[in-house]
């Protein structure tokens, strides 16, 4: 752990704090420190004033993480209720990071703004949507992205035109340890009725092809070129495996399950046997789709 002082926050600062009741899976150690800034202004003069030896790490809604059990050293920063607002305009939307895909879509919606839509099946944060240029039911990110704004690990807030990004499937070119705080996303005008009956066949979808009310996360494995993760999973004989406490969903194979009492390094040894059984059954290497950072416990 690191014994540096911190820089003075107008936010909040909490030394060894428990993050697994703040992540979807509820698995993973602590974090050396917890910051939660006030503000754009606040994590600029923190970061500005932060020591360069000091690990940062992002984040948000926790939903498609897995904190390792050993925690994570310096600083963790999670964005809250100063980064969360949301303005409608005519044709688009500015959305502050914190705010839940879904919130956003919901906005969309009642403004009459169609094109957004594909957010309310996706948990998280547009923070971590841009991220990893989120998609799902035929949307993803770079199709309605405009610009990000993003605070650097020097302090400085930047605007990135998403020409900038190099968005490609579920990865965006961001700058290391770069914090995105506000996105601009482009809509449309549409008909309410219709933004409404999208939203709603897209809730009704997910509800029945993934374990929604299980302790999990997003999609586990990035689907390889023209085909599809759960597939490969499946044929590899690996749905219902267990190691410990986690799971491969019986219902969405492509999900792992905090069953009560996983581990981080239950899930993730899992994750690591079902690429073992798919290289070996089909000779596809799986990539992660859930980020895992921290240390082992």
């Known amino acids: 752990?690191?014994?540096?002082?911190?820089?003075?926050?107008?936010?909040?600062?909490?030394?060894?704090?428990?993050?697994?009741?703040?992540?979807?899976?509820?698995?993973?150690?602590?974090?050396?420190?917890?910051?939660?800034?006030?503000?754009?202004?606040?994590?600029?003069?923190?970061?500005?004033?932060?020591?360069?030896?000091?690990?940062?790490?992002?984040?948000?809604?926790?939903?498609?993480?897995?904190?390792?059990?050993?925690?994570?050293?310096?600083?963790?920063?999670?964005l809250a209720r100063g980064f969360g607002?949301?303005?409608?305009?005519?044709?688009?939307?500015?959305?502050?990071?914190a705010a839940l895909d879904v919130t956003v879509a919901e906005h969309a919606?009642?403004?009459?703004?169609?094109?957004?839509?594909?957010?309310?099946?996706?948990?998280?944060?547009?923070?971590?949507?841009?991220a990893m240029n989120a998609g799902a039911y035929g949307g993803d990110m770079a199709q309605v992205l405009d610009w990000v704004e993003i605070v650097t690990r020097a302090g400085e807030l930047v605007r990135v035109g998403a020409h900038e990004l190099g968005l490609s499937y579920r990865h965006a070119n961001l700058p290391a340890d770069a914090v995105v705080v506000r996105a601009r996303l482009r809509a449309r005008k549409g008909e309410a009725q219709a933004i409404a009956a999208k939203m709603a066949q897209i809730k009704t979808s997910r509800e029945a092809s993934q374990p929604v009310r299980a302790r999990t996360g997003g999609s586990t494995f990035a689907n390889?070129?023209?085909?599809?993760?759960?597939?490969?999973?499946?044929?590899?004989?690996?749905?219902?495996?267990?190691?410990?406490?986690?799971?491969?969903?019986?219902?969405?194979c492509n999900f792992l399950i905090n069953t009560g009492e996983a581990t981080a390094a239950d899930l993730e040894g899992l994750g690591e046997e079902v690429r073992a059984r798919v290289e070996r059954n089909a000779g596809v290497s799986l990539r992660w789709e859930i980020k895992r950072i921290g240390v082992p416990g």
């Not at 992002?58 to 600083?75: E, H, M, Q, T």
């Not at 607002?85 to 990071?97: P, Q, T």
């Not at 009459?112 to 971590?128: D, N």
């Open 224 to 252: 390889p070129p023209d085909q599809k993760a759960w597939e490969l999973i499946d044929a590899a004989g690996c749905r219902g495996l267990r190691r410990g406490g986690a799971q491969v969903s019986e219902l969405h």
């Open 109 to 130: 919606a009642a403004a009459g703004l169609a094109g957004l839509e594909f957010l309310s099946g996706i948990p998280g944060t547009i923070g971590g949507a841009v």
């Open 85 to 97: 607002e949301i303005v409608v305009e005519d044709e688009g939307i500015i959305a502050g990071a």
């Open 1 to 78: 752990m690191m014994s540096l002082v911190l820089p003075e926050i107008r936010g909040r600062v909490s030394p060894g704090a428990v993050l697994a009741p703040m992540t979807w899976f509820r698995v993973g150690g602590p974090a050396e420190f917890l910051v939660r800034p006030a503000d754009v202004a606040d994590l600029c003069a923190f970061l500005r004033e932060l020591p360069l030896e000091m690990p940062v790490s992002v984040i948000g809604a926790a939903s498609n993480l897995i904190v390792r059990d050993g925690g994570i050293n310096g600083v963790v920063i999670k």
